[in-house]
Nanobody
Framework: QVPLVESGGGLVQVGGSLRMSCESSGRAFGSFAWAWFRQAPGKEREFVAAVTWRAGKKVYLDSVEGRFAISRDSASNRVYLQMNNLKPEDTARYYC????????????????????WGQGTLVTVSS
């Protein structure tokens, strides 16, 4: 069973918006933080945004801050990523991940510190 399941990716034009959702199947309950990463073809996986589950503190990659917003819904155990003013360079497969250990700021960027992952959802921004 996949720990996390993403939905909401798709094809959008430059300047458009998408809202993605990530749902936990159970193993991610009690995690310290959930995050979104992305991986474009031929590139390494890159941190996008994270939110701590209890305090709701948020961390963003500089290039998406002000355009993307991460949020969590404790009642439904979901995390969302609202993406606005999308650019061609945002094209990638987006992954949801969770971690049990503490992080803050750039300390949340390391993908190796996240234990559970989804299978990803593809976002394509056309110009």
């Amino acid at each position: 069973q996949v720990p996390l399941v993403e939905s909401g990716g798709g094809l959008v034009q430059v300047g458009g918006s998408l809202r993605m959702s990530c749902e936990s199947s159970g193993r991610a309950f009690g995690s310290f933080a959930w995050a979104w990463f992305r991986q474009a073809p031929g590139k390494e996986r890159e941190f996008v945004a994270a939110v701590t589950w209890r305090a709701g503190k948020k961390v963003y990659l500089d290039s998406v801050e002000g355009r993307f917003a991460i949020s969590r819904d404790s009642a439904s155990n979901r995390v969302y990523l609202q993406m606005n003013n999308l650019k061609p360079e945002d094209t990638a497969r987006y992954y949801c991940a969770s971690r049990q250990t503490y992080c803050s700021g750039s300390g949340c960027y390391d993908a190796r510190e996240y234990e559970d992952w989804g299978q990803g959802t593809l976002v394509t921004v056309s110009s």
